[in-house]
């Protein structure tokens, strides 16, 4: 349900833009998120955003990477900018419901960001 796009590869210093459509209905109270695995590592929040756009961010990104969402798309985006070698990750996006019955947790299948000179 959920298509995330935009990864590849980059030197240090560069940016990218990942963004992940649902294509499917979702809940419109919900938080949208980014995920990131590296190699031998376990997954770990990127950055959040909740319906009403407050945003959270691993201290790791903080100043360099922007979460944004389009309600009316059912679309995230993360803007990276400044990006190291240790932000080289497959990148996951996450969409969870917030309500009380069924709520439902959709997972994009990643795209892989490398950043590497």
């Known amino acids: 349900q959920l298509q995330a796009c935009g990864g590849g590869s980059v030197q240090p210093g560069g940016s990218l833009r990942l963004s992940c459509a649902s294509s499917?209905?979702?809940?419109?109270?919900?938080?949208m998120g980014w995920y990131r695995q590296a190699a031998g590592k376990q997954r770990e929040l990127v950055a959040s955003?909740?319906?009403?756009?407050?945003?959270n961010y691993a201290d790791s990104v903080k100043g360099r990477f922007t979460i944004s969402r389009d309600n009316a798309k059912n679309t995230v985006y993360l803007q990276m900018t400044s990006l190291k070698p240790e932000d080289t990750a497959v990148y996951y996006c996450?969409?969870?419901?917030?309500?009380?019955?069924?709520?439902?947790?959709?997972w994009g299948k990643g795209t892989l960001v490398t950043v590497s000179s």
């Open positions: 955003i909740t319906s009403s756009g407050t945003t």
């Open positions: 996450k969409i969870e419901e917030i309500r009380i019955q069924a709520p439902q947790t959709y």
């Open positions: 499917g209905t979702v809940f419109s109270y919900n938080v």
